[in-house]
């Protein structure tokens, strides 16, 4: 059961890492995209938050059968490994249909980040960021921009409402 509790923590905290990254106010900041060096290193925060929700969404999604066959290995008998089965199954039931939105609402939310990110340098000289506001030129696809930050707003309201309630089911 140390096992799986230290292999559990290991994944939560670097998805907490790469949370924090990708969320830090240097990301989606305008004013810093002025170079190739910066764009790379958003948008590599960016997929690397993308990649460590995808671990964890299918690390949350396997942790049962996984604990089930690690507590297996103490014997079919074992009281210890009843008691504590049963008590992950429980709360793992009763965060699992609050989880997996959660986790699709991070993937959204950084998958829109990265659409956003990637316009803005395919169209780098098409637009400026200039008294706390982006200034575009003719050609930035002013539409395209809009619906990745309309995605943003959504995402995140959805994140928030989600861990929220994963709070309230702990």
């Not at 690397?48 to 059968?65: D, G, I, K, V, W």
């Not at 014997?75 to 089965?85: Q, R, S, W």
Request: charged share 30%.
């Amino acid at each position: 059961m140390a096992a799986f509790m230290q292999d559990s923590k290991g994944v939560l905290d670097r998805w907490r890492v790469a949370f924090d990254r990708a969320r830090a106010d240097r990301v989606l900041d305008f004013a810093r995209l002025t170079t190739e060096k910066e764009y790379d290193y958003q948008i590599g925060a960016v997929e690397t938050y993308y990649a460590e929700s995808l671990l964890y969404r299918e690390y949350f999604a396997q942790s049962m059968p996984d604990l089930r066959a690690r507590l297996g290995a103490m014997g079919p008998g074992d009281p210890m490994g009843k008691i504590a089965l049963a008590e992950a199954e429980a709360k793992h039931e009763q965060q699992a249909p609050v989880f997996e939105p959660l986790m699709q609402a991070h993937l959204d939310y950084a998958d829109a980040m990265l659409g956003l990110l990637q316009l803005l340098s395919y169209n780098h000289a098409e637009w400026i960021w200039e008294d706390e506001q982006i200034r575009c030129y003719e050609d930035l696809p002013i539409a395209e921009f809009n619906v990745f930050v309309e995605q943003l707003g959504h995402a995140e309201n959805r994140s928030n409402r989600l861990s929220q309630e994963l709070i309230e089911r702990s």
